[in-house]
T-cell receptor
Framework: QKEVEQDPGPLSVPEGAIVSLNCTYS??????FMWYRQYSRKGPELLMY????GNKEDGRFTAQVDKSSKYISLFIRDSQPSDSATYLC?????????FGTGTRLTIIP | GAGVSQTPSNKVTEKGKYVELRCDPI?????LYWYRQSLGQGPEFLIY????????DSGLPNDRFFAVRPEGSVSTLKIQRTERGDSAVYLC???????????FGQGTRLTVV
């Protein structure tokens, strides 16, 4: 079983819609959960970071961790065409990042 | 520099050749990481350095892959006897310390023909 699994999509939604991106992870001991955004032909950039469980909000973005079901989510409100990118969830066991496969998101104007 | 710099941006090489990929981390960052990203996949860990030493090289796929960071700054990823399966984007990241935010370069796109 992979340490973190992510629906690869692709996902296309109209501008202004709420987007929900999801991952599951295997080890209940994991404490740090991250979401990265990767534009085409660029390196990933850290978008959100949460520790343990609960919600964290930053502008239009909300990261949520449900430790009971080992499920992590990223919500994007009022989606914009500039949000079109690949979104990667990540955990960091043992000082290195383990990424999901990434979900390719397209926001249609 | 302002960010992590990787050179070259693109590299095309013939099967069996040797290649070197370079990473210039953010100044002052002590930790440096190499990842490999295949098409449609997330980055996969290869190796990380804390200072000059390789703290964890468990992700290197085989002994054709080797990386160095001799002065604790610039790092070079070396691939011997390249194979078509080595084709991927090789990403470098650096962070101030281990377990702090990692900043990625734009990657080197390696194509083995």
């Amino acid at each position: 079983q992979k340490e973190v699994e992510q629906d690869p999509g692709p996902l296309s939604v109209p501008e202004g819609a709420i987007v929900s991106l999801n991952c599951t992870y295997s080890n209940s001991a994991f404490q740090y959960f991250m979401w990265y955004r990767q534009y085409s032909r660029k390196g990933p950039e850290l978008l959100m970071y949460t520790y343990s469980s609960g919600n964290k909000e930053d502008g239009r973005f909300t990261a949520q961790v449900d430790k009971s079901s080992k499920y992590i989510s990223l919500f994007i409100r009022d989606s914009q065409p500039s949000d079109s990118a690949t979104y990667l969830c990540a955990i960091n066991p043992q000082e290195k990042l383990t990424f999901g496969t990434g979900t390719r998101l397209t926001i249609i104007p | 520099g302002a960010g992590v710099s990787q050179t070259p941006s693109n590299k095309v090489t013939e099967k069996g050749k040797y290649v070197e990929l370079r990473c210039d981390p953010i100044s002052g960052h002590t930790a440096l990481y190499w990842y490999r990203q295949s098409l449609g996949q997330g980055p996969e860990f290869l190796i990380y350095f804390q200072g000059t030493g390789a703290a964890d090289d468990s992700g290197l796929p085989n002994d054709r892959f080797f990386a160095v960071r001799p002065e604790g700054s610039v790092s070079t990823l070396k691939i011997q006897r390249t194979e078509r399966g080595d084709s991927a984007v090789y990403l470098c990241a650096s962070s101030l310390w281990v377990n702090t935010e990692a900043f990625f370069g734009q990657g080197t796109r390696l194509t083995v023909v």
